[in-house]
């Protein structure tokens, strides 16, 4: 996997002080890919070190008013050839890690042109021209917050037929779902799933690994179906992997794994709905890039890099137990629905009102209308997709 990064994030002294930022989150991150490291403002042929600059109103600024834009975005136009001569716009999931805040590199927010100190909304030059080209841009910040320790593990939610990859653990201890505040005292596991957490590691990696959850369609309340991510959340997991069984909608998705893109709330249920809301500052929480923009590109170029077909999609949750009426079908393919189970997006829309990182995972095991899906044939489908799935999370985590 090849990713774009700025040289100052990996120890260059280019910025305009003459020093470097150098993130040790970064450099983890870099020593694992295939690092095109790039500094837009040295391309351009500004001096370091050189006076400071930020934006203002679309042009970049230095402290006296001089206007400084046509560096910019030449520098930002020579970094893009770079980038593209280097073969990182081609692969299946292009990433760059930009210096957070600066004219050049910064995504979201940057320096409002005060020198203040002040930030306001906006991308610098390059990473404009990387946002243009189809790039998941971030910042240190992001990759930072997602990277596992003992303190901030990994969590991972395993739904129907893919609780194996609770056995990859290296057992620190395990905790009884019973246990664990919120979850329901008479919850007994459906066939594919456990109700035993473990904390460990998995290639040396902290997590901790939930093989089963409870649904909706069993008669518990929101609150209780999202009882994991609550306690996922104070054992201080910062990311957090839910993986699911589906079902594919014929013509937007096939058997098969994926990655999910975003989602349906289709249940008529909502976690934050309610009298109970703890941890919580607000129950009114956006929904945008719910599945975390970062994550899901790690997911989809750790899949190409070891050969493991995944496709991308919009996943749509519905109460159950019963599977899908053909008009059902027929109205989620209009939708633009990839992918259709039963869990999942209660658990997403708690994960992302606490500010976690989240991915979602799906072995699609049947396709959604066929009259022969059983429970059974779900478990036997995701057995056969066992060893990719196991791979692929493991790729995961190790990249984290």
Do not use: W
């Not at 243009?132 to 917050?145: A, K």
């Not at 249920?269 to 975390?292: E, H, I, K, Q």
Request: glycine share 12%; net charge negative; hydrophobic share 40%.
């Amino acid at each position: 996997m090849k990713v774009i990064v700025s040289q100052c994030l990996r120890g260059v002294a280019c910025r305009y002080d003459g020093g470097a930022k150098p993130n040790d989150a970064v450099r983890r991150l870099c020593s694992r890919v295939e690092a095109v490291g790039v500094c837009p403002e040295s391309a351009s042929g500004l001096p370091v070190p050189r006076p400071p600059a930020e934006q203002r109103d679309g042009h970049v600024l230095l402290r006296d008013g001089t206007d400084v834009t046509e560096d910019f975005e030449r520098g930002a136009r020579l970094s893009l050839e770079r980038v593209r001569a280097s073969g990182a716009l081609g692969c299946v999931a292009p990433l760059a890690v930009l210096k957070a805040k600066s004219p050049s590199c910064g995504s979201g927010v940057i320096y409002d042109g005060t020198y203040t100190g002040s930030l306001t909304k906006g991308d610098g030059a390059f990473a404009r021209l990387l946002k243009r080209e189809g790039v998941c841009v971030v910042t240190e910040d992001v990759v930072r917050s997602c990277s596992p320790s003992v303190e901030h593990p990994v969590a991972i939610v395993l739904g129907s037929g893919l609780g194996h990859l609770a056995s990859l653990v290296k057992p620190v201890r395990r905790i009884d779902y019973h246990d664990i505040e919120g979850f329901p005292e008479d919850a007994r596991p459906v066939q594919g799933h456990s109700f035993e957490a473990t904390v460990g590691t998995i290639d040396d990696v902290p997590v901790v690994v939930y093989p089963g959850r409870i649904h909706l369609y069993q008669g518990y309340d929101p609150a209780e179906v999202t009882a994991l991510v609550r306690h996922a959340h104070h054992l201080g997991c910062r990311d957090i992997i839910f993986a699911c069984a589906t079902g594919a909608v014929p013509g937007n998705a096939n058997i098969g794994l994926g990655i999910l893109t975003d989602q349906i709330n289709l249940t008529g249920r909502n976690p934050l709905a309610g009298r109970d809301v703890r941890d919580l500052d607000t129950p009114f929480v956006g929904m945008s890039d719910a599945y975390t923009p970062y994550l899901r590109t790690l997911a989809r170029g750790v899949a190409d890099d070891l050969g493991i077909t995944v496709e991308e999609g919009v996943y749509a949750g519905v109460l159950g137990p019963s599977f899908e009426t053909p008009a059902e079908v027929a109205a989620m393919r209009a939708m633009g629905v990839s992918y259709v189970g039963m869990s999942t997006v209660l658990e997403v829309i708690m994960a992302h009102a606490l500010g976690m990182n989240v991915l979602g995972l799906t072995l699609a095991a049947n396709e959604c209308g066929d009259p022969s899906v059983t429970h059974q044939s779900v478990l036997e489908e995701a057995g056969r997709h066992a060893d990719d799935f196991e791979r692929l999370v493991r790729g995961i985590i190790r990249l984290l």
